[in-house]
């Protein structure tokens, strides 16, 4: 199925850093994902992936769990590259939640896009869920990246979908780290390579469990 032109136009709209053709391949993904649990992205920003992610949801009948802390990455603060001053909220502070649900709202995903408000890492040590997909574009430096790695994709069913943002091969064109995740899943054996579009990868889950001494989030998991 294809995405319905009204959230197509909306997806492009909205703030954020997506190219049309990668959100394209990630709601195709989504279809894919969605048919074995709940979506989940690290990385809400102000709802642009989360609309591809959002519709694909509701095709399946699943819901899309959007998680960021809302206060933006380091090359989103003040003085930084991409930095955005409309995000500023009352305080100062950058604060993309009110733009995310007014986004999420307009696009009339609301009953599927559920925003998780919190550190990536300290959510994912206390998820308890199946996922069918899991995004990773949220925080770009290596911590961030690889805690994002290894907190969400024991979740993910096999079978399931590991969508990675922001992979540049090249390091003239782009950081490393989305790049250091996307080879790291590809060695530990468990995940193979479906697509790459732009800097979108989109792997297949294809073994559980965690290779013998692969250590996940200080324990070790088997699911
Ligand atoms: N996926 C979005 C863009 C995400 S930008 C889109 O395509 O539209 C990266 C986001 O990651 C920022 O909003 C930032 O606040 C969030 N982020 C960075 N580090 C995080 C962390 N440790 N936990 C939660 N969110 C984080
Ligand atoms: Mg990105």
Do not use: N
């Not at 430096?141 to 805690?147: F, K, P, R, V």
């Amino acid at each position: 199925m294809s995405l319905d032109p009204v959230l197509r136009r909306a997806a492009a709209r909205a703030i954020g850093f997506m190219p049309e053709e990668e959100g394209l391949a990630l709601h195709r993904a989504g279809l894919r994902g969605g048919r074995l649990g709940p979506l989940l992205e690290v990385g809400s920003y102000c709802g642009r992936s989360a609309i591809y992610l959002g519709a694909a949801a509701r095709e399946r009948g699943t819901v899309l769990f959007s998680v960021d802390h809302h206060r933006g990455s380091e090359e989103q603060q003040p003085g930084q590259e991409y930095f955005d001053p409309r995000l500023v909220g009352e305080d100062g502070r950058l604060d993309t939640l009110p733009t995310f649900r007014r986004t999420i709202a307009a696009a009339g995903l609301e009953p599927v896009v559920i925003a998780i408000v919190g550190d990536s890492a300290t959510v994912a040590a206390h998820w308890g869920t199946r996922l069918g997909l899991v995004f990773i574009d949220g925080g770009h430096s290596e911590a961030a990246a690889q805690a994002d790695y290894e907190g969400w994709t024991p979740w993910l069913a096999v079978g399931g979908l590991l969508a990675i943002h922001d992979v540049f091969p090249d390091p003239s064109r782009g950081g490393q780290a989305p790049f250091h995740v996307f080879r790291r899943a590809l060695v530990s054996g468990r995940f193979r390579e479906l697509q790459a579009i732009g800097s979108l990868r989109v792997l297949e889950k294809t073994a559980g469990g965690a290779p013998v001494g692969e250590r996940v989030g200080g324990k070790q998991h088997y699911r």
